[in-house]
């Protein structure tokens, strides 16, 4: 077996370039599917860490029913549910008395508009929220100054805290804390500034969000619309217990097609099972390149095996049995694939280095075993004919190949 191993080396070696072209296709093959399949984990890993940010006790009230009949977590129902919200503040109110479950209920609304100083104009989505904000969502935290409190919001105090990019982009190095800015046609001094979040699940930037008094955001835009409430559990390990509890309460009111309670699982649950199903897609549109250095493998072995014809009389004149010229090719062929899978997971782990600087990548070990395993299966099933082929030549006739 280690002759033939050294016979089947010696071969490949002696044509480098047709071996490297033979390889490039599973080379192709294989770094594209570790790669975008380290992409599709990367993504999951981010979402999943952006929800574990917002804690495992969270628990959000929504109008109508985002998730629509297909259970997914639709853009167009979320959009159709906000719009016909009948959540108001005294919902909040209600939450906050399940005192056994609840410890903050933070209502959440939103609007567009423009902010400007000194001429220099931004468009922005304004949020509006009580001082209880940052404990309910980890990615609102004051770099400079402080957030708005609770006499402000009760007194619809025009104060703003606003995001890392519009201060970056309205005052530059100037100190934002005590200016002066419009939001739409109103003037609101600024009392905070964002530390740099970036954006969550392919979203805009929370760095482009500004925060208000939900108060001064009722009156500024003339509605009373709550678009979100979040709530904080007590515990992680009474959840189910605690959504229970809201929806009763919230049952006392709205009917139950009026209002949706889950946990953060629920969303998270249906973005893993759509990035799952892209990864796979991803993962067996790329195998297709597979398949064609398979093939090209098969190509090279049989135009091998014709150029060796005489070679391969000769070994069987000299005691070579089937088996052992079989084997043989098949070694060249299982070679070529193991170092072309060899060489395309290093590929794929260099491009994962690059990708990562913009992008979350992972590389799994299932993906290295599944590519490396498939590259070499590739090798012995399209090495496997041209092989056979040879290991059934006459020895008398493949003496006679001229």
């Known amino acids: 077996m280690f002759n033939t191993f050294k016979i089947a080396i010696k071969a490949i070696l002696v044509n480098k370039s047709r071996s490297f072209l033979t390889m490039l296709g599973v080379i192709i093959g294989v770094g594209s599917v570790v790669l975008l399949t380290a992409i599709g984990t990367g993504l999951q890993s981010y979402v999943s860490e952006q929800f574990d940010e917002l804690g495992a006790n969270t628990v959000l009230v929504y109008p109508g ?7 997914g977590f639709s853009r167009e129902n979320q959009l159709n549910a906000l719009s016909n919200s009948k959540l108001e503040m005294k919902d909040v109110q209600d939450i906050l008395k399940i005192r056994e479950f609840v410890s903050v209920a933070v209502p959440f609304t939103t609007q567009t508009d423009n902010i400007s100083y000194r001429g220099n104009d931004k468009a922005i989505t304004v949020i509006g929220s009580t001082e209880d904000y940052q404990i309910a969502q980890s990615t609102t935290k004051v770099e400079k100054g402080r957030f708005f409190n609770k006499t402000e919001n009760d007194a619809k105090k025009k104060v703003v805290v606003i995001g890392f990019k519009v201060a970056e982009e309205l005052f530059g190095e100037i100190d934002p804390i005590g200016k002066k800015v419009k939001i739409g046609n109103q003037t609101f001094t600024v009392i905070g500034v964002q530390e740099e979040a970036g954006g969550s699940f392919g979203g805009p930037s929370f760095d482009t969000y500004i925060f208000i008094p939900i108060e ?29 509890a809201i929806e009763k309460q919230l049952q006392k009111k709205y009917d139950d097609d ?16 759509i990035l799952g199903v892209l990864t796979i897609g991803l993962g067996g549109i790329s195998s297709i390149s597979l398949l064609v250095g398979g093939i090209g493998i098969m190509n090279i072995m049989l135009v091998s095996v014709t150029e060796r014809t005489r070679e391969i009389g000769l070994r069987k004149a000299l005691g070579a049995t089937p088996n052992t010229i079989l084997t043989q090719f098949l070694i060249e062929a299982a070679v070529l ?36 395993g498939v590259s ?19 020895p008398i006739e493949a003496l006679r190949y001229e």
Do not use: C
């Not at 899978?341 to 799994?364: D, H, M, N, R």
């Not at 070499?376 to 006459?394: C, E, K, N, Q």
């Open 258 to 273: 009026e209002f949706s309670v889950f946990d953060q699982s629920e969303i998270l649950k249906t973005i893993n099972q």
């Open 376 to 394: 070499t299966a590739v090798g012995l099933i399209f090495g496997a004919a041209p092989a056979r082929r040879a290991s059934l030549l006459s």
């Open 216 to 244: 001064t955001m009722f009156k500024q835009y003339d509605s009373k619309k709550i678009v979100e409430i979040i709530v904080k559990t007590k515990s992680t390990d009474n959840i189910p217990e605690s959504i229970a």
């Open 65 to 71: 029913d985002p998730f629509g009949e297909g259970g």
């Open 337 to 372: 694939s193991i170092l072309g899978g060899i060489i395309g997971l290093l590929v794929a782990y260099l491009g994962t280095l690059v990708i990562q600087i913009y992008f979350p990548a992972k590389i799994t070990m299932q993906a290295v075993l599944l590519a490396f």
